[in-house]
């Protein structure tokens, strides 16, 4: 049995959590305001997707209303996925029409 490191169990910590959700709030709401700012290269996309990651894995509200957001446009949602390197489910509910029958 492998014990967590003393590393791993502080990152999850409710104190760090919160503070990740604090500092995933602050970056996405930076973003906007960095996008105003002339620069060869979007800053403001990445910080934007650095705070909407570091909100979604510390906050199960965020992550059900992302999921919710998803479904509902799945184009744009297969997008997101892939910039947060996140892999994406097959949806279930669709599975049997995919398959063959006899």
């Known amino acids: 049995m492998a014990y ?3 590393l791993k169990s502080l990152i999850r910590s409710a104190p760090v959590r919160v503070a990740q959700m604090a500092i995933g709030i ?5 973003a906007p305001f960095l996008a105003l700012v002339p620069s060869p290269f979007p800053f403001a996309l990445i910080v934007f ?3 909407l990651a570091l909100l979604l894995r510390n906050s199960g509200w965020a992550r059900k209303r992302y999921v919710r957001w998803a479904r509902r ?4 949602g ?5 910039g ?3 892999a994406r489910r097959r949806d279930v509910r669709n599975l049997w029409r995919a398959t063959p029958r006899n």
């Open 26 to 30: 602050a970056l996405m709401f930076v």
């Open 49 to 51: 997707g650095v705070g």
């Open 4 to 6: 967590p490191t003393f």
């Open 84 to 86: 947060l390197q996140r």
């Open 73 to 76: 446009h799945p184009r744009a």
């Open 78 to 82: 297969r997008f997101t996925d892939f």
